[in-house]
Antibody, heavy 126, light 111 residues
Framework: EVQLLESGGGLVQPGGSLRLSCEAS????????MSWVRQAPGKGLEWVSG????????YYGDSVKGRFTISRDNSKGTLYVQMNSLRADDTAVYHC???????????????????WGQGTTVTVSS | QSALTQPPSASGSPGQSVTISCTGT?????????VSWYQQYPGKAPKLMIY???KRPSGVPDRFSGSKSGNTASLTVSGLQAEDEADYYC???????????FGTGTKVTVL
């Protein structure tokens, strides 16, 4: 069964750090780009970050650029996001998702996220 | 990078159709045929319903259909059923961040 399982969420003080993990199973992890998507309480989905299958290309949303770092270990089938300088507005459920991309002429284009984890909750509060 | 614009709510009676719009710019929705739609129940993970504007993943009922004109994409749910009551989000490839942008979300109510 294709599955994603996030972990690492919790309560952290403003300015603190946290690392989330997402363990994949049931598919060839290295063949797929991956992404983090978050949802603040009562709010909509917000794309946070993405990474190519081999980890060579990384992408960030404006709200987390310079503070979050996405990475992956294909030998372990695991996706990570290191979150530093956390703020209250980073409070959310963080989902990892398998990202479908079409690559052509040296460029890759995301066209859907077909497998999602249930999410892990991050709360930033003093 | 601004979120794509969706109406906050939409509704219809069982058996009717409801259409949700998703408006972006030429840097996302209008510039590429890479619009996707997601269904989300409260407390659950999103589910991919439509990708590449019009394509349905295996297992998604053909009551769900997508289209696009200019900078606006649309999701139509025909023959509304009680189980269709959920939040729906559009998403698109974004030329601004070279990955993705999501819409603001629409709550669909089955009357």
């Amino acid at each position: 069964e294709v599955q994603l399982l996030e972990s690492g969420g919790g309560l952290v003080q403003p300015g603190g750090s946290l690392r989330l993990s997402c363990e994949a199973s049931g598919f060839t992890f290295s063949s797929y780009a991956m992404s983090w998507v978050r949802q603040a309480p009562g709010k909509g989905l917000e794309w946070v970050s993405g990474i190519s299958g081999n980890g060579g290309s990384t992408y960030y949303g404006d709200s987390v650029k310079g503070r979050f770092t996405i990475s992956r270990d294909n030998s372990k089938g695991t996706l990570y996001v290191q979150m530093n300088s956390l703020r209250a507005d980073d409070t959310a459920v963080y989902h990892c998702a398998r990202a479908l991309r079409h690559c052509s002429g040296g460029a890759c284009y995301y066209y859907g996220m077909d497998v999602w984890g249930q999410g892990t909750t991050v709360t930033v509060s003093s | 990078q601004s979120a794509l614009t969706q109406p906050p709510s939409a509704s219809g009676s069982p058996g009717q159709s409801v259409t949700i719009s998703c408006t972006g710019t030429s840097s996302d929705v209008g510039g590429y045929n890479y619009v996707s739609w997601y269904q989300q129940y409260p407390g659950k993970a999103p589910k991919l319903m439509i990708y590449e504007v019009t394509k349905r993943p295996s297992g998604v009922p053909d009551r769900f259909s997508g289209s696009k004109s200019g900078n606006t994409a649309s999701l139509t749910v025909s023959g509304l059923q009680a189980e269709d009551e959920a939040d729906y989000y559009c998403s698109s490839y974004s030329g601004s961040n070279n990955f993705a942008v999501f819409g603001t979300g629409t709550k669909v109510t089955v009357l």
